[in-house]
T-cell receptor, first 111, second 113 residues
């Protein structure tokens, strides 16, 4: 099956700085790579995703990049704000099959 | 309001006492899934279902059962709970061709004594 590794497990940044979280996957059949944000006491919520036929995708301050050859993808958050503090999960999957999450990154944005 | 609901939200039980955690969605989603979340391990998929009467094992199915008799409901059954099933459980749903966009329920925190 798929193996998704996520780094770092914790990340602290100053407000206004950028944050980068990296994930690797093992199964070349995986074709979608979402990122979820989990706030305290809540379920994960999708913030951005990328499909295997796209190399980069942006949505305001959030961007995701995918390197299919190296089997890694990254989340970039620019101009971080205190409300960005949360746990972030990467995931990988193949339509109609299992869905695999990384182990999570706890992001703290220091005002 | 489009949502995934889970009940109960909190549950304390004893080893061996059968329990069911219900999950319901009102978005007409084909795909439904159960995950458990444990510190340092992220979310691990227990079972998933691509449609009514179709269920498949995820990464950690041992000790759990599911059923999908109706499209909107996907209960998780622990026939004989054990302490290692103490965890935070999430139900999620999505359209089959948009599995990356899974909607998660609020979670059920289970303690097995």
């Amino acid at each position: 099956g798929e193996n998704v590794e996520q780094h770092p497990s914790t990340l602290s940044v100053q407000e206004g700085d950028s944050a980068v979280i990296k994930c690797t996957y093992s199964d070349s059949a995986s074709n979608y790579f979402p990122w979820y944000k989990q706030e305290l006491g809540k379920g994960p919520q999708l913030i951005i995703d990328i499909r295997s036929n796209v190399g980069e995708k942006k949505d305001q301050r959030i961007a995701v990049t995918l390197n299919k050859t190296a089997k890694h993808f990254s989340l970039h958050i620019t101009e971080t704000q205190p409300e960005d503090s949360a746990v972030y999960f990467c995931a990988a999957g193949n339509t109609g099959n299992q869905f695999y999450f990384g182990t999570g990154t706890s992001l703290t944005v220091i005002p | 309001e489009a949502q995934v609901t889970q009940n109960p939200r909190y549950l304390i039980t004893v080893t061996g006492k059968k329990l069911t955690v219900t999950c319901s969605q009102n978005m007409n989603h084909e795909y439904m899934s159960w995950y458990r979340q444990d510190p340092g391990l992220g979310l691990r998929q227990i079972y998933y279902s691509m449609n009514v009467e179709v269920t498949d094992k995820g990464d950690v199915p041992e000790g759990y059962k599911v059923s999908r008799k109706e499209k909107r409901n996907f209960p998780l059954i622990l026939e004989s709970p054990s302490p290692n099933q103490t965890s935070l459980y999430f139900c999620a749903s999505s359209f089959l061709d948009k599995q990356e966009t899974q909607y998660f329920g609020p979670g059920t925190r289970l303690l097995v004594l």
